[in-house]
């Protein structure tokens, strides 16, 4: 097949590029780059679109890395081309961040190649992975354990920093590439690194595909197929995700928020992703959270799972369980629920408080009896201003906290009232308690007072408060 013909079909059938528009072209040395290179060059020929090539030299093989240069630039010059270069001190570099080789490299390098398409004004960058690539980037993946997304392998196309990553080359075999190179007279380097077993996809490359191959000769077909037929399922399945997140995710700053119910009505396949997507909302460090810890997550919301609960989902992420929702919390991973206490403001005469910890406000007023002043609701309280001990306190909870319940013998921890009242494990640690300067609990608002300074028909002073969380 003529390849130069499979890279147009290509482009057309994903959209990779449209008739003027400017590509920078991710150029190494190797035969796949360089292939590519000539190919775009034709199109480039024909007013197609327009070609800028960007070479970047890691500095790991001096002498290799010096020759790959020279015959890039010299090519792209023959071909009439533009070709932007850099080089790096990768070695120094990696010493110096203590960052992994290939993570560092890819960082600097395409940090690089945003830099020049920027520069020319690009609207995407041509990468020269290839379908062998791709085999090996699915088989890696199953070895190390994957999900649809990790089968469906590379993708031909993926927007990064308002640049498109195309890569035209996915369904093209590497022998295909040399061979092509061979008949156009195309010059390419070999990267003496690709033999050296220290990384995993060489291993892959060299001895696990061959091994396997044994049995399927045509395995790295049957691995693109795979990944062809994993990409198409899982660009659906992620279209059918993004509807569900509108339609059902609750969001608010650093949160999100789930009905169980919800969540549970899915089929398991878009239980997953939805948690996934959800993760994926809040960090863009979640690859490391495990399918298991997914599970764990997918499981809380079921009706036999408890109805409080949390965990730690990474990423600094925290999953809760509160009766009939499950959020997701985006949390410092140094912050912690530091107590408050505002016993220095609130005196006799104070007529308002914002409690910021808890986005509560209380607002005091001093009445007579004579007012008849009643509370409306559990969020309105009457005392009697005279035998309350001052200054009264607004804090939050501490381990041991009880309240002398109106109507009831005896006392009751804050903790078993809350869970009473069902009031979410997030919102318990910052919930505001009114106290006396004494330390009696007076008034949990929104729950009960306690039967402490109660107004009777000798009261002269009211001490009437109201609290509202809006």
């Given amino acids: 097949m003529n390849l130069r013909n499979e890279l147009e079909k290509a482009a057309a059938e994903r959209q990779l590029w449209k008739t003027g528009d400017r590509i920078i072209a991710a150029v190494s040395g190797g035969p796949d780059s360089m292939a590519m290179l000539h190919m775009l060059s034709l199109l480039a020929k024909e007013d197609k679109v327009s070609i800028i090539a960007a070479h970047v030299n890691h500095g790991f093989r001096k002498q290799e890395s010096a020759h790959e240069l020279a015959m890039v630039q010299a090519y792209a010059q023959e071909l009439g081309i533009i070709c932007e270069t850099v080089t790096f001190d990768m070695p120094a570099y990696i010493k110096e961040t203590k960052m992994n080789g290939q993570a560092a490299s890819r960082e600097k390098r395409y940090a690089f190649l945003h830099e020049i398409a920027q520069r020319y004004g690009a609207s995407s960058i041509a990468l020269a992975h290839h379908g062998d690539d791709q085999a090996e980037?699915?088989?890696?993946?199953?070895?190390?354990?994957?999900?649809?997304?990790?089968?469906?392998?590379?993708?031909?196309?993926?927007?990064?920093?308002?640049?498109?990553?195309?890569?035209?080359?996915?369904?093209?075999?590497?022998?295909?590439l040399l061979r092509y190179c061979e008949e156009h007279q195309v010059p390419y380097c070999m990267d003496s690194s690709n033999t050296e077993r220290y990384y995993f996809r060489n291993i892959v490359r060299l001895d696990i595909l061959p091994y396997l191959s044994q049995y399927n000769p045509q395995l790295s077909q049957s691995l693109m197929r795979l990944a062809e037929v994993?990409?198409?399922?899982?660009?659906?399945?992620?279209?059918?995700?993004?509807?569900?997140?509108?339609?059902?995710?609750?969001?608010?700053?650093?949160?999100?928020?789930?009905?169980?119910?919800?969540?549970?009505?899915?089929?398991?396949?878009?239980?997953?992703?939805?948690?996934?997507?959800?993760?994926?909302?809040?960090?863009?460090e979640t690859e490391k959270i495990s399918f298991e810890q997914i599970e764990t997550m997918r499981h809380a919301a079921s009706a036999q799972a408890p109805g409080t609960w949390r965990i730690d989902a990474g990423a600094g992420i925290r999953c809760a369980r509160e009766y009939d929702f499950m959020r997701w919390l985006r949390v410092s991973p140094h912050s912690v629920n530091d107590s408050y206490d505002y016993s220095h403001v609130i005196g006799r005469h104070?007529?308002?408080?914002?409690?910021?910890p808890s986005g509560w406000k209380f607002e005091l007023s001093h009445v007579s009896v004579e007012e008849n002043c009643k509370p409306a609701s559990r969020y309105e309280a009457c005392f009697d201003a005279s035998v309350l001990t001052y200054p009264l306190v607004v804090r939050n909870r501490q381990p041991g906290d009880r309240i002398q319940v109106l109507g009831l013998n005896g006392s009751k921890k804050v903790q078993d009232m809350f869970v009473d009242e069902k009031i979410a494990p997030s919102e318990r640690d910052l919930y505001p308690l009114l106290f006396d300067a004494a330390g009696r609990l007076l008034w949990i608002p929104g729950i009960r007072r306690s039967s402490h300074a109660l107004t009777e028909l000798h009261t002269k002073d009211v001490l009437f408060i109201r609290a509202s969380n809006e």
Wanted: proline residues 2%; neutral net charge.
């Fill in 137 to 176: 980037t699915v088989l890696m993946r199953l070895i190390r354990g994957t999900g649809l997304t990790g089968i469906a392998g590379i993708v031909s196309k993926r927007r990064e920093k308002n640049v498109e990553l195309i890569r035209p080359l996915l369904r093209m075999n590497k022998s295909d």
């Fill in 230 to 284: 994993a990409g198409a399922e899982d660009e659906w399945m992620e279209t059918q995700t993004e509807a569900l997140f509108a339609q059902l995710v609750t969001l608010s700053p650093d949160e999100c928020a789930v009905n169980c119910t919800d969540l549970c009505g899915l089929h398991v396949a878009l239980q997953r992703r939805l948690i996934k997507l959800i993760l994926s909302y809040l960090s863009k």
């Fill in 350 to 356: 104070t007529d308002s408080l914002a409690v910021e």
